[in-house]
């Protein structure tokens, strides 16, 4: 079992820059995956970005790749997701998410995920 808690989301312009975090606490950490996934109204909820166990490996959605960055601190059991060059279309809720072993974009093979953070990105 491990818990996820995100923060970090808000209120930004277009074109700005936000960085969500989350912590988690329970199992091991590094032996978990990570991973982002956004959910926008009315939409299904779509993978953002994954990380290895070591972060050494990443997964990126093409529509975020060149703008978002995520890194992990497994001294910390911390997972950040860097934002940049936002734009409105990236307004969703981001979910952090966990499964024990591999990197993987698929959300239905992570059992763990925290409550989400709203992001709202203003034209």
């Known amino acids: 079992q491990v818990q996820l808690v995100e923060s970090g989301g808000g209120l930004v312009q277009a074109g700005g820059s936000l960085t969500l975090s989350c912590a988690a606490s329970?199992?091991?950490?590094?032996?978990?995956?990570m991973a982002w996934f956004r959910q926008a109204p009315g939409k299904e909820r779509e993978f953002v970005a994954a990380?290895?166990?070591?972060?050494?490996?990443?997964l990126y959605a093409d529509s975020v790749k060149g703008r978002f960055t995520s890194s992990r601190d497994n001294a910390k059991n911390t997972v950040s997701l860097q934002m940049n060059s936002l734009k409105p279309e990236d307004t969703a809720v981001y979910y952090c998410?966990?499964?024990?072993?591999?990197?993987?974009?698929?959300?239905?093979?992570?059992?763990?995920w925290g409550q989400g953070t709203q992001v709202t990105v203003s034209s």
């Open positions: 990380l290895s166990r070591s972060g050494d490996s990443t």
């Open positions: 998410a966990a499964r024990w072993g591999t990197i993987s974009g698929r959300s239905y093979e992570y059992p763990y």
């Open positions: 329970g199992r091991t950490f590094i032996n978990f995956a």
